[in-house]
């Protein structure tokens, strides 16, 4: 003997299934989304890295220093590594999804993605040396 | 070369079952069947009582969809030999309440999708004696991809979004709200952008992505959310900055 059906509200004889808190480990695909979405942790990690770093620097030269010696601890070296990966995660897919929320037309036509990809590198290489040569040249 | 293939088929029987089972069937393996054809064939020799739905088998209809081997596919567009060699799990899509073996319930994307208005709206509808709505071949590209869309309703087996928080209002309904709001005769946008604006329209999706690759006729409903969002997001800021303009 079988046992009866479930009944729920107003309709009785429908089967739902419930979707696992665990959906995410189902496919790569689904994986990789939810570590994109973590990244969002790390990006503000750095953040609050930078404005102690701020607070550090505003209360003077030796709590500077201190600062200094934190940062490289095993820790924080650790944090700060995986952090920087998660970031450049972060970066690289929002890059390469920029054309399909941006698509351009000139003269009619749909400029190919990698034309819309490719100014954002460019701009995050010309910043990144910018700051180089602002940290460096002194 | 295998002589026949296993297709592992959900059935849920509601008069029996109070949860879905499998039932394995052994089908001959053809180079040139797709999943449909297997189908239709244990339907026709193994077991008559076996329950989905199809018409066109030709990826027009979008009837036929359904979960192969866990993925959202059109069985009239994913063949056979694909899987070898098997077995094929195939099961109804899934997010959405199943009625019976591989038939869900789609009564709640029909709803949503009536929500964004999904046909061409004018303010004023011109004289028959001033003729057609003219369109030139640019101003059709433009939304054209979108218009592609066959109601398969892949997108929504393949959004976690609206499998965690049912009230989304989906990939489908969005791409075909921006469809009309970019065809150049419409003039309903300001209408579409109150239902498309709601935390469960566009802001509600997350841009997993999985739509996209769903889509089996390359509509791209993620790109058009994102695109979306840039246009909510621009019409905020002109009410937000310039309150006296109407909208």
């Known amino acids: 003997m079988k046992p009866p059906p479930v009944y729920t509200e107003y309709h009785p004889k429908w089967y739902r299934t419930r979707v696992s808190t665990y959906w995410w480990s189902r496919s790569w695909a689904y994986l990789k989304f939810i570590l994109r979405e973590l990244t969002s942790i790390f990006v503000a990690y750095f953040v609050v890295i930078t404005l102690l770093q701020i607070r550090a620097l505003k209360q003077g030269p030796q709590s500077y220093a201190q600062f200094q010696e934190w940062l490289r601890m095993p820790l924080p070296v650790v944090l700060n590594a995986v952090s920087l990966l998660f970031v450049l995660f972060h970066t690289i897919t929002w890059f390469n999804l920029a054309p399909r929320a941006m698509p351009v037309r000139i003269g009619g036509k749909r400029i190919a993605d990698p034309w819309i990809a490719a100014p954002n590198y460019v701009a995050w290489l010309a910043i990144s040396v910018l700051v180089a040569w602002l940290l460096l040249r002194g | 070369m295998t002589e026949t293939m296993t ?110 208005k999904p046909w061409i709206v004018r303010q004023q509808e011109k004289p028959f004696s001033e003729g057609e709505y003219l369109q030139t071949p640019d101003q059709l590209d433009t939304y054209k991809q979108f218009s592609m869309c066959i109601n398969c309703m892949l997108c929504y087996a393949a959004c976690p979004v609206y499998g965690l928080d049912p009230h989304f209002i989906g990939p489908a309904a969005i791409a075909l709200a921006q469809r009309y709001n970019m065809d150049s005769r419409d003039q309903g946008s300001a209408e579409r952008l109150d239902i498309l604006s709601q935390h469960e329209g566009i802001w509600g999706c997350t841009f997993v992505g999985e739509c996209t690759k769903a889509c089996p006729k390359n509509v791209d409903p993620a790109g058009a959310i994102q695109q979306y969002k840039l246009t909510s997001a621009k019409e905020w800021f002109k009410s937000f900055l310039l309150p006296w303009s109407a909208k």
């Open chain 2, 7 to 116: 297709l592992q088929v959900a059935r849920y029987r509601p008069e029996q079952e109070s949860e879905p089972t499998f039932d394995s069937f052994e089908v001959p393996f053809r180079k040139d069947w797709v999943i449909l054809d297997a189908l239709n064939y244990i339907k026709d020799k193994l077991d008559g009582s076996l329950s989905y739905r199809w018409s066109c088998r030709m990826g027009v209809c979008g009837s036929c969809g359904m979960m192969v081997n866990g993925e959202p596919k059109l069985t009239c567009a994913t063949f056979l030999s694909h899987y070898l060699p098997g077995p094929v799990r195939v099961e109804p899509l899934q997010y959405f309440p199943v009625v019976r073996d591989l038939v869900i319930e789609m009564t709640d994307f029909l709803v949503k999708l009536k929500s964004v």
